[in-house]
């Protein structure tokens, strides 16, 4: 059951259809790049995480998703927010710690969440949300809500006990699950092909009775085609799917990495393979969006992401006031 | 109407009618209905020791096995709570909170707060707890403190049938993650429970023996089946002049601070009875809160009644070495009320 | 990778070594036969799984093995205790929490262990003992003296997230580790071919990069010649084998157990399948054997289990001096 | 020779001498070399904080990377341990405790009791603990509270240079298993530490400031960083004439309860100040001690200064008000002092 890199074609998008996934893809990487420029200034505290490079993935998927859908993200979950309609002018204050945040500064860059979006949060523990998927597959299957819930995870979360016991617990349960392996290469420093004890992690979907498929990650449209394949049939009850992505990210393990671990795939990747590169010429090629469109997207783009970085940056901080709230709906 | 039954028909009974009352309470558990895909019958176990017997009857689909991967199918409760249902999850052991302590701690007490308030994760966990049963270190095990020190949960902690049912209703009714810790030696225990639904609420401590007219010289705070143990020592030193005060905190996290404060005040003599491990644990929790809050009440040093620092022996003779006994409760009690300023 | 169930000959094997194997399995069968007795009388507390009819799994294993070598095992522990040398003695008294027993009564029947004999416990906690056996192959790796380490588990550990971890982790350290997965259909009351995504279990070696095999768990021959390619690969540094060995439990899951999930399979094995008996019809039929020698191994076997049983009731129980011994090395 | 070197180096070098002096002691964990299978450099990391970087380099075979499995690595350890080898493992921050709890408190701490007493389980598991580092929910707990409560386990949270490589030594000699728990915010604080190996036996508290001239009006016990922040208090508070004697346990199991209720003798009065939430905390732990031990000696309400009983929150704004200061433990201190009997 286990598919191969494929080259999709962009037929059955509409116009429409192809400047939202750039508008969602180009929105991450300007996000992603801007965040790293601030973390250089020491505006941004804690750990973070970027997910430029990896933006096709989050887009593949989630264009196949509505409200009904539920997603689980990573610590690297800027992506997969914004691919899922998580507001960029609040992720950004989030991510500055401000009151105005998604979380309103509790939660920082890896817990970004936003539970009307269906986006159940960016997850500070790897392997934390493939089990939190397999629940809100199983809330959709009771209810016949017809909604689908993925778990995206990276390649070192693919070794998690957590992760693989949700493999089995989606199969048996019949789940409407995607479980989106990301293999970017590495976990932290660690290279995937030394630390996943098969060829392709896609391998480990026989071991749990479910498809398993390998996509080119930088090829939005290669992600779209099979994450629209597994949408549908877990949406008919025909249970879940394993696809693995791979690709590479663009920044380090997080900022401050000096990733001596490797060498220049970056630059080869951001030079050659680059999903909006990829993108642009594949959909302009075929006549289907002008450049000027999608220009007009990064200039759009830009204006609001600087626009989220004054905001964020203006806003006040959470005080006293919010230490000790927010703990429980209602407490003694 | 009450009646008689026991503590496992009692949480067998809040489930059923939390049930019936909302369809989107649902159950899940090792063999918490039994034999799925087994030849023989459906329902065959109702859970190790029986608590959930019948239910899948009642409620077709909405009692669920579960295969041995408590990370996925607690977490998957987790989960299915913030998609709008209600889950009633069984770790079958509170001892096995090893093998997905991440999902309830990190993940289901923290999203509330990590959320900014913007999620509600109404799952409980059932669990069972406490030694006596000869289950030895990896089957007997309190750990209450553990999660009782986790922001985010609430904790529960019936020592009787009556209680059992209404914290049960309670805790599923409630919007935030409750573990509640049924303990295993009371499960064949039987006492009053009305038929009808009721809810008892949390961070309401029970005071179920009061001194002898309006006097008590010592308050005894006891956990569980602790309770009982405290029960039967008070009425001991009751012939031998000494009136007791029994505080039943019910649920562990809220606890019941005022009840327990102004018991204190008035007797000024505590002891803590907690079958737990004694290092941070439930005991020094309760003696420490007095020992900074009514200090000046305090007439006589603190005493724990614990467990030793040990793991729960499995030979007979020596676990009911390691549990607290009447005994060692009532020299406590004798202790603080002998003492000499 | 995966192979079927065969019908290995006995050829190789020694009379001597035929005579040992007979009467390990034998020792087993009795004690557990005998257990389940006494635990009807009531004079033994606690949880007691029991082992019979899985006696050629731990025997036809621990037949390769030797004092380099190491075991985890299970809540169902007896048979792999007596199979790597454990005291019967000492094991029947920890049954009754003696202060003559193998952990001086302090464990019980879940938490026999030896590690003098390399038996590294029973174990309470389902899939506790796969990672436990990575430290041990890992040990012997380091330090190079040929051993290897034995996890054994069920099918129904075979879902746990630790026993997947340390599937991958064995792997990618390339470690002298065996997987014996004892399939005998449930776990508790719940049937493997439910909780189990894939037809077997074998199955899910190749999606943690080792090679997996099925044995007919009846026939200790199969389970013997199983194991002892996997036993040789390992301490020639080819790495770890996952071997799934399927069966049936005569018992309860426990004893208490009223079984209502399944119906007269028991009767079934026990009548045609029975791996004593098989040994006996092949062993003689061959000629390599008598029924008088086995008989006799019958009558010793028979003898030795009823004087533990004396033993154990005669011994004394531990006392208030032992309840806080053995917490630490040193403390304070 | 004692040089001033980080607390961070103090470790790497602890580490280091024991593994010069003894071979089998190995290292494992996330990247503890770093890069395992990449085409970079190898020792690409050592460890994500860089703490036991240049260990792969000078003892090659010995450090080894795991994949995110903290079950089977941490297991493994474990299971090593048993088979003769003294692995420092290392849990990357003690929050990744969900994931892989059972091995060390049902399996670690549990076999020699289990077995017996025959079962010798020499491992440390190194991981990072506290708040300050803006790393949110799940990267800045304590727990040293949830480990502290296990029988069986030893825990040591050293509190600067000198005591973190002794302690560390110590740890790696002992023959039971032991959590050893940096505190992130340490790292790169400096102090004086010899060259050469030594060990700090567990269970030994550092009195870190005596009152002045044999006179102390308050004890407080501080654990981790907390330490820095209580010796910054004293010395406001001794501006103001109050005297101050701090007790680092060094070491939360064992406790040295001699040494803490000697001077709760002395000078009648207890602030424990801990940043770990409160509930069954550290913190209640060592007040409930004193409550019962030394009772007669107690002048004044024990104080508990802790972290409030939420999640650790990111905002630096609000992170800063759970972490307890100088402010809350002079404010704490002041109330003993001025507490009327
Ligand atoms: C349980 C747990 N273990 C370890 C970590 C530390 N950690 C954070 S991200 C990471 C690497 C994750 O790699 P991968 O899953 O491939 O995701 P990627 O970072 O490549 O997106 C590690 C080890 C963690 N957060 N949680
Ligand atoms: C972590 C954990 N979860 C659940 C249990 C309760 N339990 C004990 S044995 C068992 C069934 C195990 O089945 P399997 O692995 O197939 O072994 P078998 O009993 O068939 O030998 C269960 C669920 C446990 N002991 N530990
Ligand atoms: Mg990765
Ligand atoms: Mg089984």
Redesign the pocket.
């Given at each position: 059951m286990t598919g191969t890199l494929t080259q999709a074609p962009a037929a059955e998008l509409t116009p429409d259809a192809l400047l939202d996934a750039y508008r969602t893809m180009r929105t991450i990487r300007d996000f992603e790049e801007r965040v790293h420029e601030e973390f250089a200034t020491g505006d941004i505290p804690g750990f973070v995480?970027l997910y430029a490079g990896e933006e096709a993935s989050a887009t593949g998927v989630c264009s196949h998703l509505d409200l009904r859908d539920a997603i689980a993200s990573?610590?690297?979950g800027h992506g997969h927010c914004i691919a899922k309609g998580v507001d960029v002018m609040g992720m950004m204050a989030e991510i500055f710690g401000k009151l105005t945040g998604s979380c309103r500064g509790k939660g920082g860059s890896m817990h970004i969440a936003d539970l009307s979006k269906g986006m159940l949060g960016a997850n500070?523990?790897?392997?934390g949300g493939p089990p939190l998927i397999c629940g809100r597959a199983l809330a959709s299957k009771l209810k016949g809500d017809g909604g689908v819930a993925v778990a995206f995870?990276?390649?070192?979360?693919?070794n998690?006990g957590t992760t693989l016991e949700s493999l089995n617990l989606a199969s048996i349960w019949n789940l409407p699950a995607i479980f989106v392996a990301?293999n970017?290469g590495?976990?932290?420093a660690t290279s995937?092909t030394w630390s996943v004890a098969t060829d392709d992690i896609a391998d480990r979907a026989a071991a749990f009775g479910m498809p398993g498929v390998i996509v080119d990650g930088f090829d939005f449209f290669a992600v779209h085609e099979a994450a629209g394949e597994a949408v549908a049939r877990a949406r008919e009850g025909g249970g879940p799917t394993l696809i693995e992505v791979k690709f590479t990210?663009y920044f380090g393990?997080f900022e401050g990495d000096q990733q001596l671990y490797r060498a220049d795939e970056v630059r080869n990747a951001r030079e050659n393979l680059d999903c909006l590169k990829v993108f642009r010429a594949r959909v302009t090629g075929s006549g289907q969006l002008t450049d000027d469109q999608l220009d007009q997207v990064d200039q759009e783009v830009a204006t609001a992401i600087a626009a989220s970085v004054v905001a964020a940056k203006a806003a006040p901080k959470p005080g006293a006031d919010d230490l000790l709230t927010d703990v429980y709906v209602s407490y003694q | 109407m009450a009646r008689s039954i026991t503590y496992r028909e009692a949480i067998n009974e809040a489930i059923a009618q939390e049930m019936a009352r909302d369809e989107r309470v649902i159950v899940m558990g090792e063999d918490n209905a039994g034999g799925a895909g087994s030849p023989g019958e459906d329902d065959a176990w109702g859970g190790v020791l029986g608590v959930t017997k019948g239910l899948y009857g009642k409620f077709p689909g909405r009692v669920l096995d579960t295969p041995i991967s408590e990370s996925a199918f607690v977490g998957a409760a987790v989960g299915a709570a913030t998609g709008g249902l209600r889950p009633v999850v069984e770790l079958m052991f509170i001892d096995f909170l090893g093998v997905c302590f991440d999902q309830i701690f990190n993940q289901a007490a923290k999203f509330r707060y990590m959320f900014g308030g913007k999620a509600v994760t109404p799952v409980v966990v059932r669990t069972m707890w406490g030694a006596g049963l000869r289950a030895a270190a990896q089957h007997s095990q309190s750990l209450l403190s553990v999660v009782t020190h986790i922001p985010g949960l609430k904790v529960v902690a019936p020592s009787n049938p009556y209680d059992a049912k209404g914290l049960l209703i309670q805790a599923i009714r409630d919007d935030d993650p409750v573990i509640f810790a049924e303990h295993k030696m009371l499960y064949d225990v039987s006492g009053d429970v009305p038929e009808e639904s009721y809810a008892i609420p949390f961070g309401e401590a029970n005071i179920v023996r009061e001194g002898s007219n309006g006097h008590a010289d010592v308050t005894i705070v006891a956990i569980g089946r602790m309770v009982n143990t405290a029960l039967e020592a008070a009425d001991e030193l009751a012939s031998s002049g000494i009136q007791v005060e029994i505080i039943d905190p019910r649920t562990t996290s809220p606890l019941d601070t005022d009840t327990i404060l102004e018991s204190v005040e008035n007797t000024g003599r505590l002891v803590v009875v907690d079958e737990s491990n004694p290092r941070c644990s439930l005991a020094t929790d309760i003696a420490a809160l007095a020992a900074q809050e009514v200090f000046g009440s305090l007439r006589a040093p603190i005493q724990q009644v614990t467990g030793p620092h040990t793991p729960v022996p499995f030979a007979d003779s020596l676990e009911d070495l390691f549990i607290p006994d009447t005994t060692r409760v009532a020299a406590a009690v004798k202790t603080v009320v002998d003492h000499v300023g």
């Open positions: 995480h990573t610590h690297r500070g523990i790897v392997g995870f990276g390649d070192g979360a693919s998690q990301e970017n590495y976990a932290e995937s990210r393990h | -």
